[in-house]
């Protein structure tokens, strides 16, 4: 199998040259804007990988969340996660619909602090895009018990208080923030991955309206034996499927209407409500993306996560 930075070794030297973000994570610097030249980089990758037939059905939905968010209703955005490649795959295909500059110039994206400190390489893809970044809760679960955790915590805690003066200040002034619910990508055999963090319930809580996307397709898989930099890209068609846009806090009443007491058992009523929606939005998408796996199939034309058509591009 041919990892990322075998694949597309050109460009990818060219990315971490090109990277100027500090992979030192401080609450100075948790507003991380793109790296617009990077992006460039990042999307003649994606050309290469994302086959005809690709889309995102819904896009209305999203336009209108936007314009929700220009009026200064405060919006967020909730992508179901599979790949490192998510978000540059929906940038690629949204700036081809109407508005779609302005709808993306808007987005803001939670990202962990690993994806600035685990390496330049990963550094330079994600830096392409505008980032909001925090310590996740589960990165902090990890180093309990350890002698690493007092320090950890102090430093998270630091870390996220900066990140949330950022967000209300984002949200506030025409920008929409876009979270990986999950908080990690979906691994085929490990459900758990799957599952909505907490946390979420709390995030949502502090936003007006939301719009959630499933997800069908798949252009960099995970490599399980590997780090980041070793995942493994393939081409294939890409959808995106967008929700109608959705009031939060009619949203939460809903899922929480029979566990009034509030707690942990509230929140995870909310988040099994996010993950129902997710698995029909997804369904959704495959079904549009087998459709158009099978056009492409007649033509002579298959995806594939190890080699391209016609040798590497």
Aim: neutral net charge; hydrophobic residues 35%; contains cysteine.
């Amino acid at each position: 199998m041919i990892q990322i930075d075998e694949q597309f070794k050109k460009i990818t030297e060219q990315l971490i040259r090109n990277s100027r973000q500090q992979q030192a994570v401080n609450p100075d610097c948790v507003f991380q804007p793109a790296n617009i030249s990077n992006r460039v980089l990042v999307e003649q990758i994606i050309s290469k990988l994302v086959l005809p037939g690709s889309r995102i059905t819904g896009y209305e939905n999203l336009l209108d969340l936007f314009e929700r968010a220009r009026k200064g209703e405060s919006c967020i955005l909730l992508l179901e996660h599979y790949s490192n490649f998510d978000i540059p795959c929906f940038f690629y295909l949204a700036q081809n619909y109407d508005q779609g500059t302005e709808v993306l110039d808007s987005i803001v994206a939670m990202a962990g602090a690993k994806l600035n400190e685990e390496s330049r390489f990963v550094l330079a893809f994600t830096e392409a895009y505008t980032r909001l970044v925090i310590y996740p809760a589960r990165s902090l679960a990890a180093l309990e018990g350890t002698p690493k955790y007092d320090e950890a915590r102090n430093w998270s805690r630091s870390i996220n208080r900066s990140a949330l003066r950022e967000m209300i200040r984002l949200k506030n002034s025409g920008h929409m923030v876009l979270l990986f619910p999950a908080g990690t990508r979906y691994r085929p055999g490990q459900p758990q991955t799957k599952e909505i963090l907490l946390e979420t319930d709390s995030y949502i809580k502090g936003f007006d309206h939301m719009v959630m996307v499933g997800i069908a397709g798949n252009t960099l898989r995970v490599n399980p034996s590997g780090t980041m930099d070793q995942d493994i890209p393939g081409t294939d068609v890409m959808v995106y499927n967008a929700s109608p846009v959705t009031s939060t806090r009619e949203f939460r009443a809903a899922a929480r209407q029979e566990i009034p007491e509030g707690g942990d058992e509230a929140k995870r009523a909310v988040t099994k409500a996010i993950e129902k929606e997710f698995e029909k939005l997804h369904l959704q998408a495959e079904e549009t993306r087998v459709g158009a796996l099978r056009g492409l199939a007649e033509k002579g034309v298959q995806p594939t996560s190890i080699e391209f058509p016609g040798g590497r591009p």
